[in-house]
């Protein structure tokens, strides 16, 4: 399983672009509030901005960045990945994490069931937050984008204090292919990971 990070990844009208249909977005959706990262609301979350106070974070689903743009997304899925059956599996998503919203932390995890392979696009930050993949730490960069293959490999991102106004937003691409089958886990490796990540965030949140 390869993560490969590309740097500069879209043009910068490309990147204004989308930066501009988020905040067209983030301005016209109304806002819930919800713990366990949306699971607990009974809407249609699509058509919402989704603050996820115990990740710290906003979310909004389905966001529409047009069809070539996406078609980039996922030629490019295909090359890093060399699965030439992948499909992108719903709605693009957009996240930003902002201490606004809570204490931001990605938790040591492998996602649930399917899809099995995610992009993950930086759009914008004023901070690092590096996102660990199989104890592999990528620093990304706005306009980079990471794929992982997020239902079998453990990912996160370090604990770490943000400061107010610190930021950071990504957009997630989800994808099935069918013929790709992850290993399995060694799960108490992956405990050890869970304790000691945290550890470092309780060190964090004590901060506050
Ligand atoms: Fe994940």
Redesign the pocket.
């Known amino acids: 399983m390869n993560n490969i990070k590309k740097e500069n990844f879209l043009l910068d009208s490309e990147v204004r672009y989308i930066k501009s249909i988020i905040d067209i977005e983030m301005s016209n959706r109304k806002i819930l509030l919800s713990t366990m990262n949306g699971q607990s609301l009974n809407y249609d979350q699509d058509s919402y901005s989704i603050i996820s106070s115990d990740f710290g974070r906003i979310n909004l689903r389905k966001i529409e960045i047009g069809k070539l743009l996406e078609e980039k997304f996922i030629q490019h899925a295909k090359e890093v990945t060399g699965l030439n059956d992948l499909e992108l599996c719903g709605a693009v998503m957009f996240t930003e994490y902002n201490k606004k919203y809570g204490i931001p932390s990605l938790m040591p995890?492998c996602?649930a069931g399917e899809p099995n392979i995610l992009l993950d696009y930086q759009v914008y930050s004023n901070i690092d937050w590096s996102l660990v993949v199989d104890n592999v730490e990528f620093f990304g960069k706005d306009n980079s984008v990471l794929n992982i293959y997020?239902t079998s490999q453990l990912?996160y991102r370090p604990a770490k204090y943000f400061n107010e106004g610190d930021f950071i937003g990504l957009l997630f691409f989800n994808f099935f292919s069918p013929s790709f089958k992850g290993p399995d886990r060694n799960l108490l490796e992956d405990s050890k990971v869970r304790e000691e990540w945290f550890v470092c965030q309780n060190k964090v949140n004590q901060k506050e």
Do not use: C, G
């Open positions: 995890h996602d997020n990912h």
